[in-house]
């Protein structure tokens, strides 16, 4: 049986211009006692990416994402909240690794807070930068990543350029962006 997907905002990603690229389930991580799967879509930005394919090829460098878990076996009562600094540490660390392999250097988590998603859940919120320079450009990436348990747990963030010559857009648009489709996932 097929995991379900996370909830995400569709109709507000076609209408911003967002792009379907994945649609995955993968075993996440393990624990002793059981093993974590997770199905994420991702998105990303289709206009931006081809105004950026001269300079930096097929790289994806600004996406969101949002990943559902389950469990094998599934949690029992009051187990979430137990193994919650576990899934956030993979997820850290999955996430950071993303980023590395879309081509991101010197990637460091600059801050830590907490939010409130559109189910009232809190979620723990991670910031990141790091750079990306191919073939003479080098631009700024700002990510970010949250946690949180609700009926589940969910994970979601994304990344964009700090800035990009002849982009109308700032940097605090697409934060605002992200963390606006983060707290819609459901």
């Known amino acids: 049986m097929a995991e379900p997907p996370p909830a995400v905002p569709e109709e507000r990603l076609d209408a911003e211009g967002w792009e379907r690229i994945e649609d995955t389930t993968e075993m996440r991580f393990r624990l002793p006692?059981?093993?974590?799967?997770?199905r994420t879509l991702v998105y990303e930005d289709a206009d931006l990416r081809e105004r950026l394919r001269p300079a930096v090829g097929d790289t994806t460098l600004r996406f969101f994402f949002a990943t559902r878990l389950s469990f094998s076996p599934p949690l029992g009562p009051g187990m979430g909240p137990m193994i919650r600094s576990t899934v956030v540490r993979e997820a850290k660390q999955a996430f950071a690794e993303d980023l590395e392999a879309r081509g991101i250097g010197d990637v460091e988590q600059t801050t830590r807070q907490r939010m409130r998603v559109?189910?009232?859940?809190?979620?723990?919120?991670?910031?990141?930068?790091?750079?990306?320079d191919a073939e003479g450009e080098s631009m700024?990436?700002?990510?970010?990543?949250?946690v949180w348990l609700g009926d589940g747990f969910r994970i979601a963030g994304g990344a964009h350029p700090r800035s990009v010559e002849g982009v109308d857009a700032t940097p605090g648009e697409w934060r605002e962006e992200v963390l606006d489709l983060i707290r819609d996932v459901g």
């Not at 006692?33 to 997770?38: A, H, M």
Request: proline share 0%.
């Open 118 to 132: 559109e189910t009232g859940d809190r979620a723990t919120l991670l910031g990141y930068r790091g750079r990306f």
């Open 140 to 146: 700024g990436i700002e990510g970010w990543l949250a």
């Open 33 to 38: 006692t059981l093993t974590v799967t997770g």
